[in-house]
Each structure stands twice: as C-alpha cells, then as structure tokens.
C-alpha cells in the first residue's frame, strides 16, 4: 500500500504474511524446547558446587514482605501491559 493511502478496512492495516509468521512461530518455538534442553544438560553435567557469596545480601537486611510486593508490582506490570495492548490503536 503507496504511503499516503488509508486502508479500506481494518483488516487491511497489516500486509498478508502468514508464512512468515508461521516460520518465526516455529523458530521461536524451537529455540524454547533447545533452550530447555540445553538448560536441563547443563543442570546434570555440571558439578554440585556451594553458591557464591552475595555481597547484596550481606549488605541490606532482609525483608519479610518484599516478596509478596515484587508480585503485586509485577501483576500491575503485566496487567498495564495487557490494557495498553486492548486499547492500542
């Protein structure tokens, strides 16, 4: 569609790449399983080994309800991010 033209119909917003998509659909589902699997071969190989020290740890004391706050402030996160994509035009 030339640049200065309006689409008919909201449909026709977006060109038809349907092949494409499925193609990056695919590829993207296939570097998830590979990551996995990567992932859980690396867990076995690799030996039991005490963590490392973390110096954050040692420096700020420890909070009980921070937890709980991370997850409230990531469901607001995720919940933000679903309304901007209903209401994007």
């Known amino acids: 569609m030339p640049p200065g033209e309006?689409?008919?119909s909201p449909?026709?917003?977006f060109p038809k790449e349907r092949t494409k998509a499925v193609i990056s659909?695919?590829?993207l589902a296939f570097a998830a399983v590979l990551n996995e699997v990567v992932l859980s071969f690396v867990h076995e190989r690799v030996p039991e080994t005490?963590?490392?020290?973390?110096?954050t740890f040692s420096i700020?004391?420890?909070?009980?309800?921070?937890?709980?706050?991370c997850?409230?402030?990531?469901?607001a996160s995720f919940a933000s991010v679903l309304?901007?994509?209903l209401f994007h035009r």
């Open 60 to 69: 700020i004391p420890y909070y009980q309800d921070g937890l709980k706050i």
């Open 11 to 13: 449909h026709d917003r």
């Open 71 to 75: 997850e409230y402030i990531m469901l």
């Open 6 to 8: 309006k689409p008919a």
């Open 25 to 27: 659909f695919t590829l």
């Open 50 to 55: 005490p963590p490392l020290p973390d110096l």
């Open 83 to 85: 309304l901007l994509m």
